[in-house]
């Protein structure tokens, strides 16, 4: 255990313990600090104290428990990290309407240095920290995998979260991505409805419950529709629409129906890993997200395809 100590300045006085702590520390939210205030990871002049102490000058802050968490600075950096600006598609009192570039992470991983949707909207709006149930998420009410693009919406406020939340855990939302997978699929439309879990193999990927063998495997409900917009030579571009929010849904799905997403590095056959032109990523794109916001009116968002995804389908085709 490594403690970390902080002498209190001028500067940094005549404020809140949680208050400060949340904004010397860019990717702990202000409620996370209260939890570690009350559970006596956090001490004053080695003293316990509550999380509305008001700190003065000469104070010692001691945290006895703390990951290596990136001090707030005026720039929008993780180490040599620069996070990319972020294009708002939409914002009112109540939610901001993101879309998130590829390469990016929907929220902060104590595992990764990797810029997050996060740290941008803590750059863009602080008070952000305090909103929603996760300290890593702030205020972000669904996820896209960091080599997913397209549309994500984030309240600006609890009641907002809620609101927002309860959509997404009744399925009141409809979530349509666009894909372009390996092979001409048949049929050409259709339902995916294969239960997910957990691999035993691989904790960090997800895997479809089609065998005997799999049976034991805890898993969740998943359904995905999906329609093709057009065929390619060998290709197959798609519209997937998951009805359930499970991790990897639309991914684990199309390469069990033996179809993978083209670029997928995780959910792949490997007879396809040598195609050519190749991919930096998956193809796969939140192109569009209806739902209602919490003035009661339904909206359509939508997210053009990224250009190095425009890129691709026009050099295959050319093939």
Known sequence: MNPKKIKINSAQSSQRTDKFLAGFYVKKSRASWQKKIKSEKVLINKKRVKPDYILKEGDEVEILSISQLPIATPYLKIGKIEIPQIEIIYEDDNVIVIDKPAGVLSQNAESSESPSVADFLVKYLPKIR??????????????LDKDTSGVMVVAKNNNSFEFLKDQF???????????LVYGIISPKEGMINLKIGRSKTNPLMQTVINTKKKEAIKSREAVTVYKTIKTLKNYS???????????HQIRVHLKALGYPVVGDKKYF?????????????????????????PNNTKTNFK?????????????????
Do not use: C, W
């Open 130 to 143: 305090e909103i929603g149930q996760d300290e890593q998420r702030f205020g972000a009410v669904h996820r």
């Open 303 to 319: 997210s053009k395809l990224p250009k190095d995804l425009k890129k691709f389908l026009d050099k295959i085709s050319m093939q």
């Open 169 to 179: 855990k009744n399925r009141k939302t409809q979530k349509t991505y666009t894909t």
């Open 269 to 293: 056959f490997r007879k396809y890993s040598k195609i050519e032109p190749k991919i930096n990523r998956q193809f796969l794109h939140a192109s569009k997200l209806e739902i209602s916001l």
């Open 237 to 247: 571009l798609l519209e997937g629409s998951p009805k359930t929010g499970r991790m």
